[in-house]
């Protein structure tokens, strides 16, 4: 059996499955629990001290699961607590303030957490990862995007959810997903089911788009040097059509990467003789 798996797996019997939150200190995670738990949302910041722990039980189908819940501290401070209780996990929920780019940047530093705390012979691949996209109520500071969440996350084949423990949008699809993916995940032998989204574009579309974005001007966007000619800007425009075409490529932001190539590429043509 494999090292996370739960203990008791017969079909309709009940499951124990343990779950742990990670996020950087005051995205939410706490709030996002008791908001589905106890349906409430207390606007106070009251940092969570090294880790918090809860039960609850949810049924999928036909079994009933208990849900251990061990929502951890973000703060560096707490390392040396929390560091513990990354093992012997089935989900994990990676949560990020849409307000706070930092925030979204250290999703990579926590799997690297964990990935060091289960050591040489852990498995993150038998793991549910939902990433949150939290507090979407503040469109005002938002700062980043739907299309660039969802590729961080379907790229890497978790789930990936908008959500607001302060108005409670997204919080119980994401709970009732993540928890089937974990039973389905369970009854499959501990193996992460292929998700349509994951399956459905590569990593080089993802980095393709990532690198578009965070172009500096329309030479780099095309990936030409400046002063390129005419036919090297075709060329490389040609490259990236047939890459992100929207009939091609469903990554998310496909069609916003492909509507700027083409932006580029007219207005690189313009004034090149
Ligand atoms: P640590 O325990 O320190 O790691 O923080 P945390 O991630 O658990 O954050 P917590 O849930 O305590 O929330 C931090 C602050 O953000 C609090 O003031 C919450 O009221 C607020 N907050 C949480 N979720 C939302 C949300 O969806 N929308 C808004 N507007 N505020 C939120
Ligand atoms: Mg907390």
Known sequence: MEANMPKRKEPGKSLRIKVISMGNAEVGKSCIIKRYCEKRFVSKYLATIGIDYGVTKVQV???????????????????????EFYKDTQGAMLVFDVGQKDSFDALDAWLAEMKQELGPHGNMENIV????????????????????????????????FETSA?????????????????????????????????????KEQ?????????????????????????????????KLAVLLHPDKCVAPGSEDAFKAVVNARTALLKNIK
């Open 61 to 83: 189908r036909d079994r009933e699961v208990k849900v251990n819940i061990f929502d951890m501290a973000g703060h560096p401070f707490f390392y040396e607590v929390r560091n």
């Open 166 to 202: 302060q108005t409670g949008e997204g919080i119980n699809e994401m709970f009732q997903t993540f928890y089937v993916s974990i039973v389905d995940l369970c009854e499959n032998g501990g193996k992460r089911p292929i998700t349509n989204s994951s399956a459905s574009f590569t």
């Open 206 to 238: 993802a980095d393709t788009i990532r690198r578009i974005r965070n172009s500096k001007d329309s030479w780099d966007m095309l990936g030409v040097k400046p002063g390129a000619s005419r036919d090297e800007v075709n060329k490389a425009y040609r």
């Open 129 to 160: 990862f939902v990433v949150c996209a939290n507090k979407i109520d503040c469109t005002k500071h938002r700062c980043v995007d739907e299309s660039e969440g969802r590729l961080w996350a379907e790229s890497k084949g978790f789930l990936y």
